[in-house]
């Protein structure tokens, strides 16, 4: 596999950004934890960093520290059974291991319930810990996807309500020119981010989902700034030198596969390898399509955001059975790859019936992965390689 | 109905909720409508004409379920599932479930997937119960849902047979906390499972012929069952789960002084006004019933307003019945453990639901408590 040169930068790039979240009483500028749907435009240009508590997990897991620190969660008398993000960030306040010098202390959490309710609690118990404030942006669920003009009103009062509560944090008043900025590079960023995934329907694709979610972490936390943008723009323009010749990230690319979930980061590359050795590429994922979908516009952005929470984020099966089955054709795919992830019931729960609609309405089989993205206590590598060995085989008996 | 025992009307209704149901159905030629807990508002359900049964999960043998719902899934969002796939619920002709964490908003899905023979609602509870735009949005969302629930019964939304309803539940948790208040003077046969066996029958059967039922107990026998070790505990949690524990609790002179169960005294405690906008009452009564793990308050001020309560009902000491996988309630427990041993005031956290845990366990343990909280440690 021959390594994407522009991931080099990452490093570097996560280096400053938690270095500046660190530095932010220095530099005037104030802390938000904050998770995936939330307004992080207007932190930007309010000169307010966003961190994400799930991110810092992320590099825990990835790092392989994830059995040390959860621990520690659990003998504070947080559940093996609950989210190991969040026993991971837990578990690391309490043991000061961390591979970002733990988290600068939060001005505010800030959070949106169209993720997933489990952070709303997650956050309770960092609001206590850091005495800091709380703000819910409570997005009632969409229900059967019918259209829900009181949840507008509501969540555009919270959004409003989120202002006021900003420009008391930081002593002034919002620029609407600086937030039209990092709207616009937002977007620039989504755009370019959209690209990279769109990449992947190219034969053979250019970049696997592996790589993908390492290269997250930009629009995840950074998008609003030049360096997502600069950033995707590196990358974007690396993909489509592959494309134009021909260059796969999996050397002999055999099955094209979706992989649902978030990934087992411990397992990043060790799954990485085991599925290239076979000639198994990762060519998309709905959760790295997510990242895509968060952009604004510099009219009326609140409206857009509320939009945003209610109806887009909000997935629900029929919608969520509707956008596999899209991608399924956009992208040639050979099998779903559904990782059942323990510790995120939020994206897990309905898979079962996912899989049973998608094998029945497209033809594609699919193989469920019982795991967990950030606790290898909670799995055995062995058994999932062993699972997706048969899986490959049962695709390759299909030709 | 014995005359001799006026406690097996309930006993009867609650070993068979669902046949009785169809009874009154083909009687009446009316509507059932299934609700998953909590705090779906059976007012709303009962003045469209409908029969409100509640389906509790908890402690129901699982062995279709896990087809559709993997196993790190609560019991009770399993064993809901589990009594619909077993065609127990065949009498519903549709289902309210409401938003309360991640688990009920996916069952919902599935659970429409599973039953399309069935009309299936989802009731979106917002979670910042104490903001003012939650109640305006609580107001549209039951709006909505007595819309919903009359358009299954053919009638057409009416307020004063809402009004009515209210009067009647009203009415029907008057008598039930005077039951509670029966438990807690010890007067002979009130004990807590009986208790608890009035609460749950009241949200299966039709509430008028309940609350009649109810006129027959034992109202007048006063004083104390005979003299009897008892220990004073507060339990927090989402149903009496494991099944059977009240009776456990019984058998070792616990007495319940309140709770934070959404089948317990926590469901009965609030009454709506009968005056003005019963929607609006509805929610105002929503939003003043304790707040169950999956609601959003104040995060400092959750374990303090926690520790008042347990303080001011005089509990020695309390019992968090957890149930395994609830992210709800496995994220607060901690804290408020920690605001609880502040005060000095003792707890056992039960894991509840845990598949494979015996009664025995659970005996075992609170029968530990209770020697801990009678031994008057320092
Ligand atoms: S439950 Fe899932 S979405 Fe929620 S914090 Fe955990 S990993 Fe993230
Ligand atoms: S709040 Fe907890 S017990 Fe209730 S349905 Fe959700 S996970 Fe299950």
Known sequence: ?399 | MSVQDPWTVFREMMQSPRSKAGEWKSAVHGRVIGHLLPDVPEEILHASGALPVAVEGAGIHISRAQAHIPGYTCSHAMGALEMGLAGELNVLDGMVIPYVCDTTRNLFHIWDACFPQMQNEFLRLPKRIDHRAARDYLHAEFSRLFQWACSLTGRTPDLAALDASIKLYNQSRSKLREAYNKYHAQSPEWTAERINLLVASAMRAPREEHLKWMEALPWENDGQTAAKETTRVYVRGKVWDPPGILDLMDGFGFIVMSDEIVTGFRGIQVDAAEEGDPLKALVNRHCAMTPYAGYHTDPAEAPKNFVRRVKDSGAQGVIFLNPKFCEAAGFDTPDFQKALTAENMPSLILETSARGVSIDQVRLRLEAFREMLAEDLP
């Open chain 1, 1 to 399: 596999m021959q390594p994407i040169e522009a991931l080099k930068q990452l490093k570097q790039i996560n280096i400053d950004y938690y270095g500046g979240a660190h530095a932010a009483r220095q530099n005037n500028k104030f802390i938000a934890y904050v998770n995936a749907f939330t307004p992080v435009e207007l932190l930007y240009a309010m000169d307010v960093i966003p961190i994400y508590p799930e991110n810092h997990a992320v590099i825990i897991g990835a790092r392989k520290m994830s059995t040390e620190v959860s621990a520690a969660a659990e003998g504070m008398g947080y559940s093996m059974d609950l989210c190991s993000y969040a026993r991971c960030d837990l578990g690391s306040i309490k043991t000061g291991l961390s591979p970002t010098w733990g988290l600068p202390k939060p001005d505010l959490l800030l959070i949106s319930n169209s993720q997933c309710g489990t952070l709303t609690k997650w956050f309770e118990v960092l609001s206590r810990l850091y005495d800091a404030p709380m703000l819910l942006i409570d997005v009632p669920h969409s229900g059967h996807g019918e259209p829900d003009p009181a949840g507008e009103r509501y969540v555009r009062t919270q959004l409003e309500e989120l202002i006021l509560v900003l420009e008391k944090i930081t002593g002034k008043p919002l620029d609407q020119n600086r937030l039209k900025e990092a709207i616009r590079l937002s977007k620039e960023a989504s755009d370019l981010w959209t690209r990279v995934l769109e990449s992947g329907m190219h034969r053979p694709a250019p970049i696997t989902v592996f790589d993908q979610f390492i290269s997250m972490a930009p629009i995840v936390a950074q998008r609003g700034t030049q360096v997502a943008v600069d950033f995707y723009r590196d990358l974007s323009r690396e993909l489509q030198a592959r494309v134009d010749r021909g260059i796969g990230a999996c050397e002999n690319e055999r099955f094209r596969l979706f992989w649902d979930n978030l990934p087992i980061w411990p397992e990043l590359r060790r799954l990485s390898l085991f599925l290239e050795e076979r000639g198994g590429s990762l060519v998309t994922s709905l959760y790295t399509w997510a990242w895509a979908r968060l952009s604004v516009g510099e009219e009326d952005p609140l409206t857009d955001w509320t939009n945003q929470y209610l109806y887009l984020a909000n997935l629900h099966l029929g919608k969520r059975i509707d956008d596999y089955l899209e991608i399924a054709e956009k992208y040639q795919l050979d099998g779903f790859l559904y990782h059942s992830n323990r510790s995120c019931k939020f994206v897990s729960q309905d898979i079962p019936e996912v899989r049973r609609a998608i094998t029945e309405r497209s033809g594609i089989p699919g193989l469920i992965l019982e795991a967990d993205h950030n606790d290898p206590r909670l799995y055995t590598i062995e058994s999932l390689e062993s699972q997706i060995d048969n899986f490959l085989e049962l695709l390759a008996s299909r030709r």
